[in-house]
């Protein structure tokens, strides 16, 4: 991921209510739901953004991770709260770094979530709404690896949520000569695929696997 540097620097933009999001925070809860993933919908102190840049994955331990617009974050979950935001350093586009500086701010000030299943609203010690997020159409694959069930969501564009055995993990997109090969951040698990052709390899072990059905299951190529 990178080297991780604290996102306070970040520029400051203005806060008020996002338009259009005056509705009650009876269902906020301290934190958001865990494995779950969104899109940026709407965020205050910008009239329009790119929803395609900005998301927010929250893992089964409740600590965040995603793009912020430009850079990669992490916010750890501890027993007091949430930690500070680390960002990567690099730089993009003028209009990319305003909508990351406008969720930074948002997501540090956020003490409350409130979801009603398809939309996430980021609230502040006030109740004020700070952004929404909305869950993101994702394509969801199904293999078998000879006799091993194996599932996972394409969750953005070089990262993939990874099922087998009960276990899900992150898995980012690595080089590959051919096809699309995705390993977790210890390197402990692989998953290769081409077509519908796919192999696992974990824990030293490695299973050829067949895609299978449901009938809408994509190529992992598409």
Known sequence: MGSLFPARGARALAFGLVAGLLVPAAQAAPTPPTDTHWRLANVAGLESIDPSITDLVVDSEGNLSGVAGCNQYRRPLGDDGYGEIALTRKSCGESAMAQEAAFVQALEH???????GERLLLRDAQGRTLAMMLEPITRTYHFDCQGQSVVFDVIRRDQIRFSVDGETVLMQRQQSASGSRYQDENGEMTFWGKGTEGRLTRD???RECQQVPPPDAYSIND
């Open 204 to 206: 030293g072990e490695t």
């Open 110 to 116: 956020t003490r409350a979530w409130d979801t009603d």
